[in-house]
């Protein structure tokens, strides 16, 4: 018999659907991991791979849900099969798609805590970020063809002050706490951007553990490596 896990409404597993597709619009060929453990669901998808060892310049994103019902469950399943059963569920069940997707990422595993502040951006700033990025990725793509992805590299790895220049909003940044714009890359602007994380006027707030940065938004979590 097939899982499925039972969410607590019909607009939860609606809200599944629309981070799915949002995170195939970013990785057609992409899987999502997902984490259950008790009446929570941890939904996991790759945004900017990293590189070398330690997987430098990895990007994920992270959404939560409530279950109705508790379930145990850890796998990676395409993106494709989230989209195609979310949008022909009724109800709030989703039967988990049995086959199973290759993620490199996956094997990395963010710290559950401790997590210490480092301040808080203007969500409208990282949107802005996100923008002018994509649209510097895709002039160097239809200039300079498969040779543009050296510039989306370079794009996605600047930190956020290096992408905005001068802007007065960075000055909201908490007063007495890090500065956490020379820590915070572009990529992780592009992930809470394309993955549908901001609001308009909503701050992003700013954590790190070790190796990572997390950035907390309204609409869920990017993590940075």
Same mark, same amino acid.
């Given at each position: 018999?097939?899982?499925t896990?039972?969410?607590?409404d019909?607009?939860?597993?609606e809200d599944?659907?629309r981070?799915?597709t949002r995170?195939r619009?970013?990785?057609?060929?992409g899987?999502?991991?997902?984490?259950?453990a008790?009446?929570?669901l941890?939904a996991w998808?790759?945004?900017?791979?990293g590189?070398?060892i330690l997987?430098?310049g990895t990007?994920?994103?992270l959404?939560?849900?409530?279950l109705?019902s508790?379930a145990d #469950?850890?796998v990676?399943?395409?993106l494709?099969?989230?989209?195609d059963?979310t949008?022909?569920a009724g109800?709030?069940?989703?039967?988990? &798609?049995?086959t199973r997707?290759?993620?490199p990422?996956? +094997?990395?595993?963010? &710290?559950?805590?401790?997590w210490?502040?480092a301040g808080a #951006?203007?969500?409208?700033?990282l949107? +802005?970020?996100?923008?002018d990025?994509?649209?510097?990725?895709s002039?160097?793509?239809?200039?300079r063809g498969?040779?543009g992805?050296f510039?989306?590299?370079r794009?996605w790895?600047r930190?956020?002050?290096?992408a905005?220049?001068p802007?007065p909003? #960075?000055l909201t940044v908490d007063?007495?706490m890090p500065?956490p714009s020379?820590?915070v890359?572009? *990529?992780?602007?592009?992930a809470?951007?394309?993955?549908g994380?901001?609001?308009?006027?909503e &701050?992003v707030?700013v954590?790190?553990?070790?190796?990572?940065t997390?950035?907390?938004?309204? *609409?869920?979590?990017? #993590?940075?490596r």
């Amino acid at each position: 018999m097939t899982e499925t896990l039972d969410f607590v409404d019909e607009q939860s597993l609606e809200d599944l659907g629309r981070y799915a597709t949002r995170a195939r619009a970013v990785d057609a060929e992409g899987g999502m991991r997902l984490q259950a453990a008790g009446e929570v669901l941890a939904a996991w998808v790759g945004v900017l791979p990293g590189s070398g060892i330690l997987a430098e310049g990895t990007v994920l994103g992270l959404r939560t849900f409530a279950l109705a019902s508790p379930a145990d #469950l850890d796998v990676i399943v395409p993106l494709g099969a989230i989209t195609d059963r979310t949008h022909r569920a009724g109800g709030r069940g989703l039967p988990v &798609p049995p086959t199973r997707a290759l993620a490199p990422w996956s +094997a990395l595993t963010p &710290p559950r805590g401790p997590w210490e502040p480092a301040g808080a #951006l203007p969500g409208d700033l990282l949107a +802005a970020v996100a923008r002018d990025g994509l649209v510097e990725v895709s002039d160097a793509v239809r200039e300079r063809g498969a040779a543009g992805g050296f510039v989306r590299d370079r794009v996605w790895a600047r930190d956020v002050r290096e992408a905005s220049g001068p802007h007065p909003d #960075l000055l909201t940044v908490d007063a007495g706490m890090p500065d956490p714009s020379t820590v915070v890359r572009a *990529g992780g602007a592009f992930a809470a951007y394309a993955l549908g994380f901001l609001a308009p006027g909503e &701050p992003v707030t700013v954590f790190r553990s070790n190796r990572w940065t997390r950035l907390t938004a309204p *609409g869920g979590h990017v #993590l940075l490596r």
